[in-house]
């Protein structure tokens, strides 16, 4: 049992267009979270949801939508691509008190 | 404002080195978890150490050991007699408050371990 799961895994899309990463975690974890990696910028936080229907902003929001009406699943959408957005995106589920798990990463690219 | 510096962007040691990465923090916060990832080549975040700041015990787990110093703050990572499979991107993250919130990264330190 993975815990939690990203997909796609690798993604390819064309500026301008809408793309959503999909996140689904099996272990009820109250938090979940949206990461981008970035050379030389380490791992930064896009958006985090507290329970469903509860979102909020990260250090990095601009350009993306997250919702979450499912505890199970926080699906991250740009709504519009663009070439800034390629990148590795991971989403993480817990806190400080259980820890934080890492899905496996999605790879996308914006050509 | 809260923030990991990770000075050290890449190390190369020889087979059985030993090497420490660094790590220093920046919070105004009393109450505060420190972490330790390891990223492989095949791309996965690989938990192996939270720590927080009411217990400054040094840990050591196999090879790997973490100093945790609040008067320099800083939190590094030794690991002893390095093994290829140390090879990796190692992160350093700071998470300010109980409960769930943001995990701040450092930018990684790519240790590559030489045969």
């Known amino acids: 049992d993975a815990g939690i799961t990203q997909s796609p895994r690798y993604k390819i899309t064309e500026t301008g267009r809408q793309v959503t990463l999909m996140c689904h975690q099996t272990?009820?974890?109250?938090?979940m979270f949206w990461y981008r990696q970035d050379l030389g910028h380490g791992l930064r936080l896009i958006y985090y949801?507290?329970?469903?229907?509860?979102?909020d902003k990260g250090e990095v929001p601009d350009g993306y939508v997250v919702s979450r009406s499912k505890t199970e699943n926080f699906p991250l959408t740009l709504e519009s691509a663009t070439r800034s957005q390629t990148s590795v995106y991971f989403c993480?589920?817990?806190?400080?008190?259980?820890?934080?798990?890492f899905g496996s990463g999605t790879r996308l690219t914006v050509v | 404002a809260q923030k990991v510096t990770q000075a050290q962007t890449e190390i190369s040691v020889v087979e059985k080195e030993d090497v420490t990465l660094d790590c220093v923090y920046e919070?105004?916060?009393?109450?505060?978890?420190l972490f330790w990832y390891k990223q492989p080549p095949s791309g996965e975040l690989v938990f192996l150490i939270r720590?927080?700041?009411?217990?400054?015990q040094n840990e050591i787990s196999g090879r790997y050991s973490w100093n945790f110093q609040k008067s320099t703050s800083s939190f590094n990572f030794t690991i002893t007699a390095s093994q290829v499979v140390d090879s990796a991107v190692y992160f350093c993250?700071?998470?300010?408050?109980?409960?769930?919130?943001?995990?701040?990264f450092g930018t990684g330190t790519r240790l590559t371990v030489i045969p």
């Open positions: 993250a700071l998470s300010e408050s109980p409960g769930a919130n943001n995990l701040f």
């Open positions: 993480a589920i817990g806190g400080t008190g259980s820890g934080y798990t």
């Open positions: 272990w009820s974890h109250s938090y």
């Open positions: 949801s507290a329970a469903a229907d509860i979102t």
């Open positions: 720590r927080n700041s009411f217990d400054e």
């Open positions: 919070t105004r916060d009393t109450t505060y978890y």
